[in-house]
């Protein structure tokens, strides 16, 4: 498994949520030992279950005794690609920025001149 396309909690809920990381590739190995135990299945079926894109718990929450949660390891996820649109103001946008004036589509920015 490639350290890089992962990323992992310790399962600490704070005020400003979870906390994920990048994991050096020592501290990915030393999880899944530990996901192993925790979740009573084979090294094999603890990477085919990383690799299809589900999370694994590897450890119990620093405050587990209060929230009863998880550290979680899971793939990396990847942002959508935005849907660009070219207006008939001239200027390429999102799609879901893109405004219907009277006199065609327009950017946000030129909605009042398209507007006349």
């Not at 935005?82 to 200027?91: E, F, K, R, S, Y």
Request: one cysteine or more; charged letters at 25%.
């Amino acid at each position: 498994m490639n350290a890089d396309q992962m990323t992992m909690s310790d399962g600490y809920i704070g005020s400003m949520g979870i906390n994920w990381e990048t994991p050096t590739q020592n501290k990915l190995e030393q999880a899944i030992a530990q996901a192993i135990e925790i979740e009573q299945k084979t090294r094999e079926e603890i990477i085919t279950m990383l690799e299809s894109g589900q999370p694994v718990r590897w450890c119990k929450s620093p405050n587990f005794c209060y929230d009863h949660s998880f550290g979680i390891i899971r793939m990396k996820r990847t942002p959508k690609p935005i849907d660009m649109v070219l207006c008939d103001c001239g200027h390429e946008v999102a799609r879901v920025h893109v405004m219907r004036a009277s006199l065609g589509t327009s950017c946000p920015d030129c909605y009042d001149r398209m507007s006349d």
